[in-house]
T-cell receptor
Framework: AQSVAQPEDQVNVAEGNPLTVKCTYS??????LFWYVQYPNRGLQFLLK??????LVKGSYGFEAEFNKSQTSFHLKKPSALVSDSALYFC????????????FGTGTRLKVLA | NAGVTQTPKFRVLKTGQSMTLLCAQD?????MYWYRQDPGMGLRLIHY???????AKGEVPDGYNVSRLKKQNFLLGLESAAPSQTSVYFC?????????????FGEGSRLTVL
Protein backbone atom coordinates (compact mmCIF):
# COMPACT_ATOMS: atom_id res chain seq x y z
CA ALA A 1 0.00 0.00 0.00
CA GLN A 2 1.11 3.53 -0.69
CA SER A 3 1.76 5.92 2.17
CA VAL A 4 3.37 9.28 2.79
CA ALA A 5 4.69 10.70 6.04
CA GLN A 6 5.36 14.32 6.84
CA PRO A 7 6.90 14.13 10.29
CA GLU A 8 6.65 17.83 11.17
CA ASP A 9 3.31 19.53 11.71
CA GLN A 10 4.98 22.93 11.58
CA VAL A 11 8.31 24.35 10.50
CA ASN A 12 9.44 27.83 11.52
CA VAL A 13 12.25 29.57 9.69
CA ALA A 14 13.57 33.11 9.58
CA GLU A 15 13.24 35.07 6.36
CA GLY A 16 16.35 34.68 4.24
CA ASN A 17 17.34 31.37 5.81
CA PRO A 18 17.19 28.06 3.94
CA LEU A 19 14.15 25.91 4.57
CA THR A 20 13.49 22.18 4.46
CA VAL A 21 10.14 20.42 4.67
CA LYS A 22 10.47 16.67 5.11
CA CYS A 23 8.64 13.85 3.36
CA THR A 24 9.14 10.09 3.38
CA TYR A 25 7.16 7.60 1.38
CA SER A 26 6.33 3.94 0.98
CA UNK A 27 5.22 2.49 -2.33
CA UNK A 28 5.64 -0.64 -4.39
CA UNK A 29 7.81 -0.14 -7.43
CA UNK A 30 9.01 3.20 -8.69
CA UNK A 31 7.53 6.20 -6.88
CA UNK A 32 6.13 9.27 -8.54
CA LEU A 33 6.42 12.10 -6.04
CA PHE A 34 4.83 15.51 -5.85
CA TRP A 35 4.79 18.64 -3.71
CA TYR A 36 1.79 20.97 -3.46
CA VAL A 37 1.22 24.23 -1.61
CA GLN A 38 -2.04 25.48 -0.12
CA TYR A 39 -2.72 29.07 0.85
CA PRO A 40 -5.59 29.89 3.25
CA ASN A 41 -9.04 29.10 1.87
CA ARG A 42 -7.61 28.01 -1.47
CA GLY A 43 -7.14 24.78 -3.37
CA LEU A 44 -3.79 23.06 -3.66
CA GLN A 45 -1.27 24.28 -6.22
CA PHE A 46 1.36 22.09 -7.85
CA LEU A 47 4.99 22.95 -7.02
CA LEU A 48 7.14 20.18 -8.49
CA LYS A 49 7.37 16.48 -9.23
CA UNK A 50 9.85 13.66 -9.48
CA UNK A 51 9.18 11.00 -12.07
CA UNK A 52 12.62 9.79 -13.13
CA UNK A 53 16.08 11.13 -13.87
CA UNK A 54 18.00 13.70 -11.87
CA UNK A 55 17.42 13.32 -8.14
CA LEU A 56 17.29 17.10 -7.68
CA VAL A 57 14.08 18.53 -9.07
CA LYS A 58 13.45 22.23 -9.51
CA GLY A 59 9.98 23.71 -9.35
CA SER A 60 7.93 26.87 -8.99
CA TYR A 61 8.78 29.88 -6.83
CA GLY A 62 12.40 28.81 -6.32
CA PHE A 63 11.57 25.53 -4.61
CA GLU A 64 13.44 22.31 -5.23
CA ALA A 65 13.28 18.79 -3.88
CA GLU A 66 15.75 15.98 -3.55
CA PHE A 67 14.76 12.40 -4.21
CA ASN A 68 16.67 9.87 -2.12
CA LYS A 69 15.77 6.31 -3.01
CA SER A 70 17.76 4.64 -0.24
CA GLN A 71 16.13 6.77 2.42
CA THR A 72 12.74 6.81 0.65
CA SER A 73 12.61 10.56 1.08
CA PHE A 74 11.62 13.53 -1.01
CA HIS A 75 12.39 16.66 1.03
CA LEU A 76 11.32 20.09 -0.18
CA LYS A 77 13.94 22.83 0.00
CA LYS A 78 14.46 26.48 -0.75
CA PRO A 79 17.77 28.33 -0.35
CA SER A 80 16.27 31.57 0.97
CA ALA A 81 12.81 31.69 2.53
CA LEU A 82 10.32 34.51 1.98
CA VAL A 83 7.50 35.56 4.29
CA SER A 84 5.17 34.90 1.35
CA ASP A 85 6.23 31.22 1.41
CA SER A 86 4.22 30.79 4.60
CA ALA A 87 1.56 28.21 3.74
CA LEU A 88 0.58 24.57 4.13
CA TYR A 89 2.70 22.12 2.15
CA PHE A 90 1.68 18.64 1.08
CA CYS A 91 3.76 15.78 -0.22
CA UNK A 92 2.02 13.18 -2.40
CA UNK A 93 2.95 9.86 -3.98
CA UNK A 94 1.58 7.87 -6.83
CA UNK A 95 2.66 4.28 -7.28
CA UNK A 96 3.73 2.26 -10.24
CA UNK A 97 2.06 2.18 -13.61
CA UNK A 98 -1.57 1.11 -13.43
CA UNK A 99 -2.16 2.82 -10.12
CA UNK A 100 -4.19 5.98 -10.41
CA UNK A 101 -4.37 6.95 -6.76
CA UNK A 102 -2.46 9.94 -5.44
CA UNK A 103 -1.92 9.60 -1.68
CA PHE A 104 -1.18 12.71 0.34
CA GLY A 105 0.67 13.33 3.58
CA THR A 106 -0.92 15.15 6.48
CA GLY A 107 0.71 18.45 5.57
CA THR A 108 3.36 20.70 7.11
CA ARG A 109 2.63 24.28 7.99
CA LEU A 110 5.56 26.52 7.07
CA LYS A 111 5.87 29.79 8.91
CA VAL A 112 8.50 32.23 7.71
CA LEU A 113 9.27 34.90 10.27
CA ALA A 114 10.26 38.42 9.25
CA ASN B 1 -9.64 29.05 -18.59
CA ALA B 2 -11.71 28.25 -15.55
CA GLY B 3 -9.76 25.06 -14.77
CA VAL B 4 -11.56 23.06 -12.07
CA THR B 5 -14.78 24.57 -10.72
CA GLN B 6 -16.64 23.29 -7.68
CA THR B 7 -20.20 24.16 -6.70
CA PRO B 8 -21.42 25.02 -4.18
CA LYS B 9 -18.57 26.63 -2.25
CA PHE B 10 -20.41 26.50 1.07
CA ARG B 11 -23.29 24.44 2.34
CA VAL B 12 -24.89 23.70 5.68
CA LEU B 13 -26.93 20.52 6.03
CA LYS B 14 -28.91 18.87 8.77
CA THR B 15 -28.19 15.28 9.68
CA GLY B 16 -29.96 12.94 7.28
CA GLN B 17 -30.29 15.42 4.42
CA SER B 18 -28.84 14.68 1.02
CA MET B 19 -26.85 16.80 -1.36
CA THR B 20 -24.62 16.70 -4.41
CA LEU B 21 -21.33 18.48 -5.01
CA LEU B 22 -20.52 19.24 -8.61
CA CYS B 23 -17.05 19.34 -10.09
CA ALA B 24 -16.51 20.60 -13.62
CA GLN B 25 -13.22 20.81 -15.52
CA ASP B 26 -12.59 22.38 -18.90
CA UNK B 27 -9.13 20.92 -19.55
CA UNK B 28 -10.29 17.68 -21.19
CA UNK B 29 -8.71 15.65 -18.39
CA UNK B 30 -9.43 11.95 -18.19
CA UNK B 31 -8.85 11.45 -14.47
CA MET B 32 -10.92 13.11 -11.76
CA TYR B 33 -10.78 12.78 -7.99
CA TRP B 34 -12.68 13.75 -4.86
CA TYR B 35 -10.74 14.36 -1.65
CA ARG B 36 -11.76 15.53 1.79
CA GLN B 37 -9.50 17.66 3.95
CA ASP B 38 -9.70 17.51 7.72
CA PRO B 39 -7.37 19.14 10.27
CA GLY B 40 -4.39 16.94 11.08
CA MET B 41 -5.40 14.32 8.53
CA GLY B 42 -4.33 15.87 5.28
CA LEU B 43 -6.22 14.96 2.14
CA ARG B 44 -7.96 11.62 1.93
CA LEU B 45 -9.20 10.15 -1.31
CA ILE B 46 -12.93 9.43 -1.39
CA HIS B 47 -13.57 8.25 -4.96
CA TYR B 48 -11.93 8.69 -8.31
CA UNK B 49 -12.63 8.17 -11.99
CA UNK B 50 -10.29 7.28 -14.82
CA UNK B 51 -12.80 8.01 -17.54
CA UNK B 52 -16.38 8.74 -18.46
CA UNK B 53 -18.70 6.13 -17.01
CA UNK B 54 -16.09 4.62 -14.65
CA UNK B 55 -15.58 5.22 -10.94
CA ALA B 56 -13.58 3.57 -8.18
CA LYS B 57 -13.32 3.71 -4.40
CA GLY B 58 -10.55 5.54 -2.62
CA GLU B 59 -9.46 5.45 1.03
CA VAL B 60 -12.68 6.70 2.65
CA PRO B 61 -15.62 5.94 0.32
CA ASP B 62 -18.30 5.04 2.91
CA GLY B 63 -21.28 7.36 2.94
CA TYR B 64 -20.52 8.82 -0.49
CA ASN B 65 -21.49 8.01 -4.05
CA VAL B 66 -20.14 9.41 -7.29
CA SER B 67 -21.05 9.57 -10.95
CA ARG B 68 -19.15 10.51 -14.10
CA LEU B 69 -21.76 10.67 -16.82
CA LYS B 70 -19.85 13.29 -18.79
CA LYS B 71 -16.10 13.54 -19.14
CA GLN B 72 -15.99 17.07 -17.80
CA ASN B 73 -18.15 16.50 -14.72
CA PHE B 74 -17.65 14.46 -11.57
CA LEU B 75 -20.45 14.48 -9.00
CA LEU B 76 -20.09 13.59 -5.32
CA GLY B 77 -23.28 12.66 -3.49
CA LEU B 78 -24.14 12.34 0.16
CA GLU B 79 -27.35 10.34 0.52
CA SER B 80 -27.80 10.81 4.27
CA ALA B 81 -25.40 13.37 5.70
CA ALA B 82 -23.73 12.78 9.06
CA PRO B 83 -21.78 15.20 11.27
CA SER B 84 -18.64 13.15 10.53
CA GLN B 85 -18.91 14.35 6.95
CA THR B 86 -18.30 17.94 7.98
CA SER B 87 -15.20 18.76 5.99
CA VAL B 88 -13.72 20.68 3.09
CA TYR B 89 -14.07 18.76 -0.15
CA PHE B 90 -11.69 19.17 -3.04
CA CYS B 91 -12.06 18.00 -6.58
CA UNK B 92 -8.99 17.46 -8.74
CA UNK B 93 -8.24 16.35 -12.28
CA UNK B 94 -5.25 15.25 -14.30
CA UNK B 95 -4.28 14.19 -17.78
CA UNK B 96 -4.21 10.52 -18.65
CA UNK B 97 -1.63 10.72 -21.44
CA UNK B 98 1.09 11.81 -19.05
CA UNK B 99 0.71 8.91 -16.71
CA UNK B 100 2.25 10.66 -13.80
CA UNK B 101 0.85 14.12 -14.28
CA UNK B 102 0.18 16.58 -11.57
CA UNK B 103 -3.26 17.20 -10.18
CA UNK B 104 -5.21 20.42 -10.77
CA PHE B 105 -7.45 21.34 -7.84
CA GLY B 106 -10.65 23.27 -7.42
CA GLU B 107 -11.04 25.90 -4.72
CA GLY B 108 -12.92 23.59 -2.39
CA SER B 109 -16.44 23.15 -1.03
CA ARG B 110 -16.92 23.64 2.70
CA LEU B 111 -19.68 21.42 4.06
CA THR B 112 -21.07 21.60 7.59
CA VAL B 113 -23.47 18.92 8.83
CA LEU B 114 -25.39 19.84 11.98
Amino acid sequence: AQSVAQPEDQVNVAEGNPLTVKCTYSVSGNPYLFWYVQYPNRGLQFLLKYITGDNLVKGSYGFEAEFNKSQTSFHLKKPSALVSDSALYFCAVRGASGTYKYIFGTGTRLKVLA
Amino acid sequence: NAGVTQTPKFRVLKTGQSMTLLCAQDMNHEYMYWYRQDPGMGLRLIHYSVGEGTTAKGEVPDGYNVSRLKKQNFLLGLESAAPSQTSVYFCASSLAGTLYGELFFGEGSRLTVL
